[in-house]
């Protein structure tokens, strides 16, 4: 009877046998410790390099895309908002508005354009922000349309067209009108900067644990063969535990840094940038709301009722304190340059406030030229020309926030790149010293098995 030949055992069966075996001798054993150590700190540095290149780059983000672009959402509905206010105030002029009024209704509008075909240019395929430049898009020439027919029948003196900029300034307000989508705009890039900074600041944990690891692992590896040889120092092995521990600092300091800075950009700047942002946006609603009071002629009660609340939430009930959005705005400044321009605010919105009160006392005594001089500048019903106006206080307003602004902004860039350039050296560092460190494992497990031969 022919023999049956034996079945040939698979590959990996012997491979775990002849690995098996290695490991009965002391040869075996430090190939496989070598082998294990090399992996564990190219891992480490694989892993630090691959999350912090991810944090890095969501720092970038911060800095120079989500931030501008939030600001940006915010600068649309601004000049949305400055324009209707603008237009409403050159409306109450009479007959042909100011040169400067039409300029800087042009201004705004072109510039608000501009800004949203930015924004279209930079949605990255997030359908919300479409949505919302779309409506932008649709909107904004309906708009400038019914504002171009209140102002030529105004200029001929036709009662229509105040119901004309009425009409305008309801596209504008209303829910789903231009500044509806703005603000919704605003939103989504301001949740997208929010996503930025929590990607940016994410703690490295993989890192961390493989780092401590592979240290760990090429400590008990030098602590073996202190034992088995009373040799106190391998050099190969002291060379991977130091540049091992060195990217571990690294690390650990790098990202706190960074989370710090990064947390710093955000508090004394993004922050204070949306307070501020919001602030200036209630200024304008604010000046608007004045503007169609007078523009209505009698019948504005809602506009001013408006007036009134937007002002409570800027400047907070009392119209001789400080509450609302401008306390908050002072809070957030940490330094006399931030703070300053905001406590100019807080006294012009009060002078605002009260100047406001008597131009309604004159509006509602009956005496419309005088409260139009009070709120526009000009001369009173008895012919004096009226220095003191509550544009005159608007104006200051919006300057001292403007420049609140701009010192917030250069706060957050200076805080938001020092958070960025902690990390920026670390990917590539972590990479080249785990290499070297995988290496002085090698040199070290191999000076112990030239010993063998």
Known sequence: MAEVPAQRRRAWV??????????????????????????????????????????TTAAGNVLHHSAPLSADAAEIYRRLADADATVAGGFLVGGQEPQAVSDRYDRDIATAAKLITEAAANSQGSSQVRAQIASLNQQLPQYTKLVATALANNRQGLPLGGAYLRYANEQMRKDGGLLDASNKLYQAETDRLGKDYGDAKALPYAAWALGVVALGGLVWAQRRHYRRTNRVFNQGMLAASGACAVVLLWLVVGH???????????????????????????????????????????????????????????????????????EQALALADNAKGRTPVDTAIKSVQTWRARHTVARASDNNGDYTTAVAQV???????????????????????????????????????????????????????????????????LGIGRRLSEYR
């Open 376 to 442: 526009i500048g000009g001369k009173d019903s008895k012919g004096h020309t009226v220095t003191e106006t509550t544009g005159q206080c608007f104006d200051k307003v919006d300057a001292s926030l403007e420049q609140a602004v701009a010192q917030e902004q250069h706060e957050f860039n200076q805080a938001a790149d020092s958070g960025r350039g902690a990390l920026t050296l670390l990917p590539a560092g972590a990479a080249l010293l785990a290499v070297l460190a995988a290496a002085g494992a090698a």
């Open 256 to 326: 706190t840094v960074a989370r710090t800075q990064l947390d710093d950009s955000y508090a004394h700047g993004a922050k204070s940038m949306q307070v501020l942002n919001s602030a200036r946006i209630a200024v304008l609603q604010a000046r608007g709301d004045e503007n169609l009071t007078l523009v209505a002629r009698g019948s504005g009660g809602s506009y001013e009722d408006t007036f009134n609340t937007g002002m409570t939430g800027l400047a907070g009930k009392d119209p001789k304190g400080v509450g609302g959005e401008l």
């Open 14 to 55: 012997e491979r775990s046998e002849q690995l098996r075996a290695a490991a009965t001798t002391e040869p075996g054993r430090l190939r496989i410790i070598g082998a294990v150590l090399a992996l564990l700190v190219v891992a480490f540095g694989a892993v630090t390099a691959w999350q912090i290149t991810d944090r």
